[in-house]
């Protein structure tokens, strides 16, 4: 798994600041294919929100996450079993960069007791289902 991290200006004299997951939007679908300029870690709209938390002294984690279902599946149940699929990989994702972040908290000066995720469209999706779904003490926010 890949993630940009972003922080506060080196001249931030903070030595523990909060951290923010921020996912990305894009349908569950690859860049493209979704029709959409939107779909990966690094788009301009996701960039520009995560530069600007850092500017106010948040470290920002912008993970990528597993992508995929089938929307054109012959059948309503096979398309909602790929999507779902595909909200559970982006959340155990989601599960992966909260635990890096948390062993590598030294690293970025983050404090582990303030760690909040949130996204745009799916990116909000699998946040939602991170509050949620879980029975891992470890994944907790």
Partial sequence: MKCDIYQPPSSDPETKRPLIILLHTGSFLPKYLNQGPTGFKDDSATMELA???????????VPAYRQGWNPAASTQEARAASI????YRGEQDAKAAVRYMRKN??????????????????????ALTYAYVHTNAETRL
Avoid: H, L
């Avoid at 530069?51 to 984690?61: S, W």
């Avoid at 779902?84 to 909200?87: L, R, T």
């Fill in 51 to 61: 530069r600007g938390f850092a500017r106010r002294g948040y470290v920002v984690c």
């Fill in 84 to 87: 779902m699929q595909a909200v």
């Fill in 105 to 126: 908290a030294s690293v970025y000066k983050i404090d582990t007791t303030k760690i909040v995720m949130g996204g745009q469209g799916t990116g909000g999706y699998i």
